[in-house]
């Protein structure tokens, strides 16, 4: 019997929510519809936001891979028609980053070094990539090589070599910075850079020059013995 009892309590407390709740919507209808409207336009929002940024990746990529073969034929003026398009048109993305290293390297290949210093500065100030980050660094670090400020060239050339995952990467631009030292008679930095490339390179050419650059090290310091 009180099992029953129980039972019928059960189904009365069941009743009794679901009653509460038609009372509740029958008096804050206004407020309810408004709460559910928003949450399904806020959805209908995040989809939309979500399929435009995606195709906007998808587009972005297309254009920004169109611009890279023209870049590696050596049609310049095409290629900077194509990332530009990027840029101006594809903001946010990851492609319109890579379209400002893209003109940099352009206007560094043209000898527009104001130019190319301004947007490798303007690509690593953006979001980091591993790849193309230290790759814009070394950029720097060679438009103020040639615009004569070593001191400038050799610091951005060493932020690179510590960014650098790939070793191969790596040991060109430390090349880059033994060289440096080595006109600068900085023979100490030289000579530890050097053997640095030699235990990271698997460059044969590489290897070879950092071999005989420490050879040539070596002689000036019998020399001024």
Do not use: W
Request: charged share 30%; net charge negative; with cysteine.
């Amino acid at each position: 019997m009180s099992k029953h009892r129980s039972k019928d309590l059960k189904h009365d407390e069941f009743k009794e929510t679901i009653e509460n709740i038609v009372i509740f919507y029958e008096h804050h209808k206004k407020t309810v519809l408004l709460v559910v409207g928003g949450v399904a336009v806020l959805l209908i929002l995040f989809f939309t936001y979500k399929n435009d940024k995606q195709t906007k990746t998808v587009k972005s990529k297309e254009i920004y891979n169109i611009g890279v073969m023209l870049y590696n034929n050596g049609n310049f003026n095409q290629a900077r028609e194509k990332f530009n398009t990027v840029v101006d048109n594809y903001l946010g993305t990851v492609f319109s980053d890579r379209s400002t290293f893209m003109l940099a390297s352009i206007s560094y290949k043209e000898g527009n070094l104001e130019e190319a210093l301004n947007k490798f500065q303007a690509f690593v100030n953006e979001k980091y990539d591993e790849f193309f980050t230290p790759s814009a660094y070394q950029g720097i670090g060679q438009c103020y090589e040639q615009m004569g400020d070593m001191e400038g060239a050799i610091e951005n050339y060493k932020i690179a070599v510590g960014k650098f995952q790939s070793n191969s990467l790596k040991s060109e631009c430390m090349m880059s910075l033994a060289r440096l030292y080595f006109a600068m008679q900085r023979m100490d930095e030289a000579e530890n850079i050097y053997k640095d490339i030699l235990e990271i390179s698997e460059d044969p050419s590489m290897i070879e020059k950092s071999e005989k650059k420490l050879k040539s090290i070596q002689v000036q310091r019998e020399l001024n013995e």
